[in-house]
């Protein structure tokens, strides 16, 4: 290796900036909403059943296109769709600002998911192309370290905000990021117009049929146990994903140019690192629910305590992930994934054996166990994934990265959600004793642990994966 492969050069640092940054500012969305949604509420008069859909629509709208903006930087090229990303982004966060109602917020929301979409789904891809090979796993990592920052101080920052500027700011805070990641991929990211392939062309009827099925998915998910499992609009939404799933794989495997190359799934370290991934999600959903119910009802802790404590997962993250990239650039990815997972499996199994009594050093060694084990699997994890995927289709690749984490807390969050439910039974609607929040936790945690274990040794049994790049 060269001593200018080791170097980050100023070009590097200026495409790393701003797909980070770009990250960063759609993790903060996904996240910073919530701190303010009860003011926004009071300062509309909305209802809560409405104000509710201000973080739901975002969520659905970027997870349903995230393939399909994958697969248009596949055939337009990825930094030409990234940076459209921010023409989406930047305009719609203004208009979530100026909104004058609800309704109107709900609509700019959308827009604002659309062009996270478009950013989160090219952001890997961007990076696998334009950095040096032997520094694709520290890129990864770092991106990942963005990503994770942008979630933890959503919620911080978005109360002062608020408190200093009113809830419009939170918003508005996006015209100066975005404006800064745009021009430094404008600057920086190399043209790849000509990447396109011969004679493809982007699959309309593929990605109509996909966006219902994963839309019906996302809001099965999301709303099912507010709704009831079982009620009729939670079963349609359930039959409506199978049916639009089974026309959608009949029509992959039939077009010439699909939206969703299935043959990717005969690749066994692509499967598998995709499986991991979704397993490793699903995990991450499960701490982010029960853990602030443990500290809320059962320990009796007020939520400011309780959100310094959770905290301590993210920061893990933050600053784990990019040392997880430069030792996959080293010694593959496969350890660092593996090693990764069984962190996280212990850290669940800690939180597991979590009592009224326990102390909250019992909590926060879970807590940092699952954060650095999660940031350690995730960037070697990615790598593989996107280094089993020809070239060509690196960007239906990040669109899967990007699915399966939002699938799987998505899944996570509502799993647990009926695990609470479940062990509440008819309190559910009030404050839950604390001896059922514990029995929960114990079973919820122990299940996920299980889980991860088994995500450990899909992690074990594949091969190290590389990533070609340019």
């Known amino acids: 290796m060269s001593d200018n492969a080791s170097h980050w050069s100023r070009g590097d640092l200026g495409i790393l ?43 659905l709208a970027m997870g349903g296109l995230l393939l399909t903006f994958g697969r248009l930087g596949d055939l337009r090229g990825h930094r030409r769709v990234f940076l459209l990303g921010f023409a989406v982004f930047v305009p719609a966060s203004v208009f979530c600002g100026f909104a004058p109602g609800e309704g109107a917020l709900i609509c700019a929301r959308i827009l604002q998911g659309i062009g996270a979409a478009v950013i989160v789904s090219n952001s890997p891809a961007n990076l696998v192309r334009s950095v040096h090979p032997s520094r694709i796993g520290r890129a990864l990592g770092a991106q990942a370290a963005m990503t994770y920052l942008g979630l933890t101080l959503g919620p911080s920052l978005g109360g002062w905000l608020t408190e200093q500027f009113g809830w419009r700011s939170v918003f508005f805070i996006n015209v100066p990021v975005g404006a800064a990641a745009s021009l430094l991929g404008l600057r920086y990211l190399p043209d790849d117009r000509r990447a396109k392939a011969d004679g493809e062309r982007f699959d309309f009827p593929g990605t109509v049929l996909f966006t219902g099925a994963f839309l019906a998915l996302l809001l099965w998910l999301n709303r099912g146990h507010d709704w009831g499992w079982a009620s009729p609009g939670t079963s349609g939404l359930l039959a409506g994903c199978v049916v639009l799933g089974i026309l959608f794989h009949r029509r992959e ?20 690192a995709a499986g ?30 309780a959100g310094l404590l959770l905290t301590v997962q993210s920061l893990a993250m ?50 940092l166990l699952t954060g650095v084990g999660s940031a350690i699997f995730v960037t070697p994890n990615n790598s593989t994934l996107l280094g089993a995927a020809p070239k060509g289709r690196h960007g239906i690749a990040s669109g899967i990265l990007a699915t399966s984490r939002l ?55 594949r091969g190290n994966g590389t990533v070609s790049g340019r």
Request: with cysteine.
């Open 276 to 305: 991991s991934s979704l397993v490793n999600y699903v995990c991450v959903g499960f701490v982010m629910f029960l853990v602030p119910f443990y500290l809320i009802e059962a320990r009796g802790l007020s939520p400011a305590h």
């Open 407 to 461: 699938v799987g807390i998505t899944a996570g969050v509502g799993i647990s959600g009926a695990v609470l439910a479940g062990f509440a039974g008819g309190q559910a609607a009030q404050a839950i004793a604390p001896d059922r929040v514990v029995a929960a936790i114990h079973f919820g945690f122990l299940s996920a642990g299980l889980l991860a274990v088994g995500g450990t040794a899909l992690a074990a049994a």
């Open 17 to 59: 900036l701003s797909v980070g940054l770009g990250t960063f500012m759609s993790a903060l969305d996904a996240s910073v909403v919530n701190t303010v949604l009860p003011v926004i509420r009071i300062a509309f008069g909305a209802p809560v059943a409405s104000i509710q859909w201000v973080v739901t629509v975002y969520l």
């Open 253 to 272: 495997r039939t077009t010439p140019s699909p939206m969703l190359d299935l043959g990717l799934f005969r690749n066994r370290l692509f499967t598998m």
């Open 318 to 367: 933050v600053v784990t992930a990019p040392v997880s990239g430069t030792l996959a650039d080293r010694i593959g990815s496969r350890l660092p994934a593996t090693i990764g997972m069984a962190i996280s499996a212990a850290g669940l199994f800690v939180l597991s054996g979590l009592r009224g009594s326990s102390p909250s050093s019992l909590a926060v060694t879970g807590l």
